[in-house]
């Protein structure tokens, strides 16, 4: 994947089971408010492992 894509979450899709948050290799992703969310911009090197791990396809890599 591209280093320029980021992971953009679907809030009302997102189910807050924290897989993605688990699964990112560089802690980029944290739960805000019972949502996934990218809280670390400069950590993702946009691998897309979060959106292919999301159950609920909350998660778009753009």
């Known amino acids: 994947m591209?280093?320029?894509l980021r992971p953009v979450v679907d809030g009302?899709?997102?189910?807050?089971?924290?897989?993605?948050v688990s699964e990112c290799?560089?802690?980029a992703l944290s739960?805000?408010?019972d949502v996934a969310e990218l809280t670390d911009e400069k950590a993702c090197d946009?691998?897309?492992i979060c959106e292919d791990?999301?159950?609920v396809?909350?998660?778009v890599m753009e």
């Open 2 to 4: 591209s280093d320029e």
């Open 25 to 27: 290799p560089n802690d």
């Open 12 to 20: 009302d899709m997102c189910t807050g089971c924290t897989i993605c």
């Open 57 to 59: 396809a909350a998660i």
């Open 31 to 33: 739960m805000v408010d």
């Open 46 to 48: 946009g691998c897309g």
């Open 53 to 55: 791990t999301c159950p």
